[in-house]
Every structure is written in C-alpha cells, then in structure tokens.
C-alpha cells in the first residue's frame, strides 16, 4: 500500500505536506516548480526531473525541498503562483515541460534563477538573448519543435502517400504557433501537400476540433507540442481513435495510449537535463554561463495494432527506421 506522504509528493503536492514536515523541509535550499497545468498525467516529467537532481546530488526531502505551483490551465492564476515563488524566496524556479510558465517566471523576477524546459525557440519569445550567451537570470533546455515539424509530416506522407490534406492542431495561446505553421506549411509546399491549421486551447476545444475533422476532408493530423495537448494526450488518442482520423504527436507516450506515430525528443531526457542544469545553478553556477542546452535524443515509434485498425498499411522502409513498434 502506497503512503500518503508517497503518493501527495509524486503528484507535486508538497504544498499539503503537514506544517510540521514543510517547517522542516523550509531549513534546506528550495527549489520552486511552475507549471501552467494540472499535475495528472506529468508524474513521469516530475520523476525525470527528479532524477536530473540526483544526479547533481539533491533529493528532494534529504537535502532540497520543491515547492510545487500548477495553474490548471489558467493564466492568471499563473501569474499568481509565479509571485507566490518569489515571495517565498526559492533558491531557483524551475518550469520543465510549460512555455507560458517560463515567460511569466522570467517577468516575475529579475534576480531569482530561472531553469527552462520548452519545446520552441527562447530566443524567438525573449526568454534568452542567445543560445550560446543566455544573459540575464534565465537558461535550460529546448527542443526545438519547430525543426521536427518536416520530418513529422515527411513521416505522415510516407505512410499515406496518397493522402494530400494534413490538419495542424494548435493552440491559439502557445508562443511558438508562428513558427510551427511556417514550418508546416513550407514542408507541406516541398512535398506537394496541403495544410489546414486547426485551433483548440481547452478540452472542449479539443472535443469540437475533431468533431468538425470528422465532417471535412482532411486526410490526417499533425499534433503541435503544447503543453495543452500534451496534458490531454489521452483524450487526443481517443478521439483520434473514435473519429478514425490518423494522427501524429511529438511524444511517444501518446503512441503508448493508443497512438499511430510519433517523432519528437525523448521527453524523459529533456526533463532529467533541465533537473541538472536546475542543480547545477542550485551549487553556484550562474544561468548567464550556462548556454541553452539543445535536445539531441529523438524518438520515432509507430503502434502497428492502430495502423491496422485505421486500415493503413505501414511500408516496411518504416518499420526498419524506427526506434520502436509498438504491437
């Protein structure tokens, strides 16, 4: 049987510890932990990240404690837990797996270390003045989404080579939607194919988006790397599922729900690295001298058991190309 205490601290909830246990934790170096959704379904981000202190020799509840702050999807009560951070005078703000927390952090505070996870350009949305000199009290980890969207789609139009309309799912509110849509649009040029963006920023957004695909003659989708869809990656799988639609994500854990295919950056990776970098400014080392750490571990996997009941024949230059099949 799992303890309370266990089970309150992999959801992030340090907040409901017991006066007492958060009195004693508040003597050691406190990290604080933004993000702009709900802890369900980032249990496994919330390891990673862990896992990436240990290994700069932090452990959270022997020698650091977190302070866990999520939005639930609202942005003024982002801007809330943001203060709330550095009121308390945290050592350091993490945002791993959350933009719209790292853009508010870094308005928040001008002195307080900031350590990102996001998956767009920093230096497009003024997060860092470059990749290489981050300057300022901010740095971290991206992945670059932007650059994945092409071999995502080129991934599309091989296993459907007669398909020649693709839906790009974003959401309105996500900083790096300019660049995902460029990117989309311009491969879908190179390749001869059609793009249509398709716009959803809450569940029922979700819900009314692929209801609509249902009626229009879209061939595929292409699931942009939101923090949104991310946290709703089951509800994503399951309509793609209901409506027959053949949808690709950025993250293999959608292709482990039920998912056709993904390509993107191995999330579990990028998360432990911003854990390090988080412990290594946590031990002195100033952000301003910590250039941005690009992600280099790239996951593509294709789920055989969907491809069959969405009657698509996978081509066996494919298969021998991925990094997992999933059966």
């Known amino acids: 049987m799992i303890r309370r205490r266990d089970f309150i601290s992999l959801l992030g909830g340090a907040a409901a510890w017991p006066v007492a246990a958060r009195a004693q934790q508040r003597a050691m170096p406190v ?21 990436g ?28 837990l943001a203060a709330e951070l550095v ?18 952090a870094k308005a928040a505070t001008t002195s307080i270390p900031i350590v990102f996870q996001i998956g767009g350009d920093p230096v497009q949305i003024g997060l860092v003045a470059s990749l290489n000199r981050p300057g300022g009290n901010v740095t971290g980890v991206t992945s670059m989404n932007a650059d994945l969207v092409p071999k995502q789609l080129g991934l ?26 460029m990117a989309a649009r ?20 979700i819900d009314a988006t692929f209801a609509d695909i249902a009626q229009r003659p879209i061939d595929a989708i292409l699931v942009t790397a939101d923090p949104l869809f991310s946290s709703r990656r089951v509800q994503i799988v399951a ?22 295919l993904s390509y993107g950056t191995n999330l579990a990776d990028a998360d432990r690295q911003a854990g390090i970098y988080t412990g290594r400014v946590r031990k002195g080392e100033k952000p301003t001298d910590l ?20 009657g698509l024949d996978v081509p066996a230059t494919l298969l021998a190309i991925a990094d997992e099949v999933v059966e």
């Not at 202190?53 to 809330?80: C, H, M, S």
């Open 156 to 181: 599309a139009h091989e296993l459907m080579p007669r398909g020649a309309r693709f839906g790009l799912l974003v959401n309105p509110n996500y900083p790096f939607n300019d660049s995902l849509i």
């Open 31 to 51: 990290i604080g932990f933004l993000h702009s959704q709900a802890p369900d379904g980032y249990a496994a981000m919330v390891a990673a990240f862990r896992q």
């Open 291 to 310: 250039p941005v750490m690009q992600a280099t571990k790239f996951e593509f996997v294709i789920n055989l058991h969907t491809a069959e009941l969405l």
């Open 186 to 205: 311009s491969a879908a040029m190179t390749i001869g194919l059609q793009i249509e963006v398709l716009a959803a920023s809450s569940n029922r957004g």
């Open 239 to 260: 309509l793609a599922a209901h409506y027959r639609v053949p949808t690709i994500y950025p993250w293999r854990e959608s292709v482990d729900a039920g998912g056709l």
């Open 87 to 104: 009121r308390l005078r945290v050592n350091v703000i993490a945002t791993p797996g959350s933009t719209p927390a790292a853009v508010v």
């Open 53 to 80: 202190l240990k290994e700069t020799g932090f452990i959270e509840g022997q020698n650091v404690a977190i302070e866990y702050r999520w939005a639930y999807n609202q942005p003024d009560r982002l801007l809330e």
